[in-house]
Each structure stands twice: as C-alpha cells, then as structure tokens.
C-alpha cells in the first residue's frame, strides 16, 4: 500500500506529470465524466477538474483518500469531486463515465491487482464509447549487466560472516527480481518488445510470450532486465528505460544464477511469464543459450518448509488455530451488530491470556472490522 510520501514523490516525476496534464487536457471538455481509478491522494482528479471535469470519481481503498477529500475542499472543488474509498471492484457509480485515468503500476503494469482492476472498471463503469488513459503499455526485455546491484543483494550470503557459510540463502536470492536503475551503457542487447497491452480490450491479467535477445556487443551479462514505455496518447508517453530522467518506477530485473558471458551476436532464447496469484504475481524466465540453461521464477525466492507445504495441499484438513478462532469469534459479533467497544469488552473476558485491557480488545476488533467490515 502506497503512503502519501509515495503519492508525493509520484507527484515529484514532472516527466509523469507532463505526460498526464497533456493527456487530461486533450481528452476533458465540461460534459466529461471521470474515473480516477486509484486516486492515492487526489492529483490526478483536481487536474481533471481543472481542465474541465463536469465530475470525477476518485475510488482509492487506501486512507490516502483523506488528503483527496482535504484537497478538493481546500481548492473549491468538493462538488465536483466524490471520494469513495473502496477497492474499485466493490465500489458502484450512479452513472457510467466517459474516461478512466489511471496509473497503479509499479516497475511494470503486473503490480498487484492493476490490470484486473482495469478490466472491471472498464467493463462495468465505463460507457461503451468511453476512453482510457493510458491507452497501451509496452514492455521492452534487453541483456544487462546488473553486477553492481546484483552482486551487493548476494553479499551478505557469500561474505563467510564470523566464518559461518550462509549459501543456502543464495538460491532464494537468484531467484528474486528486483528493482533497479541501470544505464543504457549496462545493455548488452538491442530492446525487444517483449509484449503490449491494449486497456480497451485486454482480457487476462496474465502473460507469457517467448522471444530471442542477440547480443550487439560482448560482456557479461547478469541476467534480464524489463521496462515499459506507455502511451497515454499518442503525443503524451511515459517510460522508465534506461536513459530517460530519473522517474519513480525504476526498472525489474530478473537475475541468473551466474554471470554469463556473451558473445557480439549470440543469440539467447527467452521465455518469460507473469502470472496473477491472489495479489501478487508469479515470475517464472527461461533462458537458453549455448551450453547455458536456466529456468527460475520468483516463487523459488521464499523459503517453504515442508509443514508450511503440507498445510496447504488440497487434501489438507485444516482447523483454526487461536488467533483465527479469536478473529472468528469478533467476526460472529459483526454480524450480530455489536459495536466495536461491545466486541472488545467480550474479547477481555472470553480470552482474558490474549488481551489483558479493553484497549487491546479494541485494537484487535477495529484491525478485523477494518479488514472485514464496512
């Protein structure tokens, strides 16, 4: 979940913002309805009114949303601004909008729920001739050289420290992607674009394409890196390559095992994949070339032991340990229309070794109402 510092420093990105003020301005006229879809902290629908907004729909399901709410008050626009705070997918209009303006992406657009949160606010709260913005994503794959930052994540398990052997860890790491800020310079390959996606008509919150990577210089290279370039409108982009002004999504790289070194014009074999599981993608890349074969993916990059492994085969019968039957025990009280201060102080006396004050009771239910309730 992002913090109103995050908001801020997104706020900061003047090549984003650029992007976004050219976009808004060409697509608004005054009968223009708006979605901000993931409004954060609101910028996004002040400058929709600015440029003319008949009305905008900020849907954040954070707290941030109180700063949007503070903001349109404080800048006269509270009524032309509705702030509902509610994942999108739980959230209603009384009417259909005319355009949907997002940007929840991270280093890549398959960060968390954002593509499937697209979908459903397209299909759902958008009027058939409706608009999106950003129109597409493009994701570009190139060699690089990461050493530095790849070699300083290894270091703590390869250092020997107090002469003990730490490896075992390293595989986690191998097989964790990670942000990073590389230069043009760190590029071994020319960029291929790896996939695109269209927000009109994207359907699956999932990819996989194959592609080959041909080396135009010789080096070694430290696995693959990915970067977007979107296009909000044809004359409004934003993109993260290396290269461009320092932004506030950096890139993803996706390490090897082991350097490999590269010859000008070798030709490397890619398979990558994201997969959408619960709110987290799966990574899974194949690499291929010459003699060289690796297959990683970011599920390999957390420990699993064989009980936690266990608990959640299909056959598992699985019971609710304490902390569970405590939170079925306030959820039972939710639905009975107890308040908050009720179910605390029956918590207090129900389970009297687990909460010791009423005060405790109370952080305990407001946590499972907060995540439960409405």
């Known amino acids: 979940m992002y913090s109103v510092t995050d908001f801020g420093r997104m706020i900061d990105d003047e090549a984003r913002m650029d992007a976004f003020r050219k976009a808004l301005a060409a697509t608004i006229d005054g009968n223009t309805v708006v979605l901000d879809l993931g409004a954060g902290t609101g910028i996004i629908a002040l400058l929709a009114c600015r440029y003319g907004a008949k009305r905008v729909y900020a ?7 109180q700063v949007a709410r503070e903001t349109a008050v404080k800048n006269g626009l509270a009524d032309r601004i509705v702030c509902i705070q509610k994942r999108s997918t739980d959230a209603t209009l009384p009417e259909r909008v005319d355009l949907i303006v997002e940007d929840m992406r991270g280093a890549l657009p398959w960060c968390s729920t954002h593509i499937p949160d697209v979908i459903d606010a397209r299909e759902r709260l958008l009027k058939p001739e409706g608009r999106i913005i950003p129109r597409r994503d493009t994701v570009f794959c190139s060699l690089a050289a990461a050493d530095a930052p790849y070699r300083a994540r290894l270091a703590p398990w390869q250092s020997r420290p107090e002469g003990l052997d730490l490896s075992p860890a390293a595989r986690y790491v191998e097989n964790a992607p990670c942000g990073v800020r590389l230069k043009p310079r760190q ?17 699956s919150a999932n990819v996989r394409e194959q592609f080959v990577l041909e080396a135009r210089r010789a080096g070694t290279a430290d696995g693959l890196l990915l970067w977007f370039e979107t296009e909000l409108l044809p004359e409004a982009r934003i993109s993260n390559a290396p290269g461009r002004p320092k932004n506030v999504y950096g890139q993803l790289f996706l390490p090897w095992p082991r350097p490999m070194e590269v010859e000008k014009g070798a030709r490397i074999e890619v398979a990558l994949r994201a997969d959408l599981v619960g709110e987290d993608y799966v990574w899974t890349w194949e690499t291929h070339c010459n003699e060289h074969r690796f297959r990683q993916s970011s599920f390999a990059a957390e420990p699993i032991s064989a009980a936690s492994l266990a608990r959640r085969a299909a056959h598992h019968r699985p019971t609710l340990a304490r902390e569970g039957k405590i939170a079925q025990f306030v959820l039972e009280r939710m639905a009975g229309s107890m308040t908050l201060a009720e179910i605390a102080d029956a918590l207090v006396e129900t389970f009297p070794e687990r909460f010791r004050s009423v005060h405790e009771g109370l952080d305990f239910a407001a946590g499972v109402s907060g995540k439960y309730g409405e």
């Open 187 to 203: 590029l071994l390959s020319a960029p291929v674009a790896w996939t695109s996606i269209d927000y009109s008509s994207v359907s």
């Open 59 to 65: 849907i954040e399901p954070s707290d941030a949303l």
